[in-house]
């Protein structure tokens, strides 16, 4: 299992591919699921031109291990990755990549939306959009899955 | 020894305090047991924010729980992560 967080842009289906060919060893998973989110450009009705993701260092990562911890306790995996950006984040650019590894389908499903949904109401990241018109907001709540 | 403040996001924008340190007679001479009195104590009386959350330690924590000497605190808004 992996946590990374980026501070620069990153490309998640590389990070995937690399991930799972140098981490699992062929043959040994039958299913792959994952999730990739991106930065879109409006929220809450408003032209969004870009965003910076704060986090708290040394709890941030290791409430993410507990999250991937809790998931392999819950279901049957092989392996599970989550990647993360914090700082500058530019419309188009991918934010978080949860991928999770199983010998069948459900787990691998089942896990890595657990991921996502754990990470967004639990892990300390916090984002601040700069809209179009030139201001700045705290976001203050997530978006329904 | 001491108790480490830290405040994050708009917490931290609103207070105008990114970090700091209680000391340890201030600790006691002020009564802080809980990490409520600590923000008090902290922001030197703002009001607490109705949506505010806090961690000790680096793990979450209810704002009535107790805080010793070395603890460290933080304080910040709902997570928005994902």
Known sequence: MAVELYPESFEPLQRLANYEATQLPIGSHGACASFIGSMRDFNEGEAVAGMTLEHYPGMTERQLEEIVAEARERWPLLDALICHRIGEIDIGEPIVLTACWSAHRAASFDACRFLMEALKSRATFWKKERLAGGSSRWVEKNTPG | ?82
Do not use: Y
């Not at chain 2, 340890?24 to 008090?40: K, R, S």
């Open chain 2, 1 to 82: 020894m001491a108790i480490k403040v830290r405040f994050f996001a708009s917490l931290r924008e609103d207070t105008g305090l990114d970090h700091l340190e209680i000391a340890a007679n201030d600790i006691a001479q002020q009564g802080i047991t809980t990490a409520t009195d600590v923000w008090m104590a902290a922001t030197r009386g703002q009001p607490l924010p109705a949506q505010a959350l806090c961690a000790i330690n680096r793990d979450h924590a209810e704002l009535g729980a107790a805080v010793n000497d070395g603890d460290e605190i933080a304080f910040f808004p709902p997570v928005t992560g994902g």
